[in-house]
């Protein structure tokens, strides 16, 4: 009967439409969710470092975008870096990584930036106390950057491009022939090409990724941390 046909298309359309307006509100929620978890952060560590600045990237330099505070609350969950450890952060902006992670894990902290804005901004941010007198920042060349023998982990969140990756990899090398010892590396959201590079280096041991998908909508694969131990020799 057309009433019933009519009927029943109503139905499915208004069913339709209501799983479509269910997922806005479930995307609309999860993302105020997260907005209020970043305001939450930040009062707490009593720092402002939020918002993307692409104002002086380029082709070697990648833009500014703080990472994600449920994303440093799993890396600091994942037990991979505690009081002991020395971090370096290369690109660290306004110092997010770095002072989150020493509040968290009690590590001391070096962030490398070659943006003297951002690094003056990182400056401010370290006076807090949830800095703990562990974090310090260095404006700095990080390709050209001698990192202390004392750090045995490094943090990426694509800083900058991949030729630049290679030199920085170099200098850790340096240092680890200077004094051989245990070193980590973990990876933010890599671009395809630096994971390839990275998974066929010799001298990285690839561990388990720290899974971040489910942080976010979409089940994005680029959302993970890749972890590599980093042999000393050959």
Known sequence: CPGVFLRTTQLLFCRERYMIELLYF???RKECIMATREQEWEELLGIKNSGRDDSHSDGEHHPYEPT????LERLANSGLIRKKNTLIDYGSGKGRVSIFLA???????LGIEYDERLWQKAMLNAKSPAARQRVFFVLAD????????????CFFFNP????TLKRVL?????SLERKPRPLRL???????????FLNQHLRLIAEEPIDCRNLFDGD??????????????L
Not at 68 to 71: A, L, P
Not at 170 to 174: E, N, Q, V, W, Y
């Open 26 to 28: 479930n995307i609309n």
């Open 186 to 196: 973990f990876f933010y959201y890599p671009y395809e090409d630096t994971e390839h």
């Open 160 to 163: 900058f491009a991949l030729h």
């Open 68 to 71: 994600d505070y449920c994303v």
């Open 142 to 153: 990080a390709a050209a950057y001698e990192i202390p023998d004392e750090a045995d982990c």
């Open 220 to 233: 994005n694969e680029k959302e993970k941390i890749l972890v590599y131990q980093v042999r000393s020799f």
């Open 170 to 174: 170099g200098k850790i090398f340096d």
């Open 103 to 109: 509040y968290q894990t009690g590590c001391h902290s």
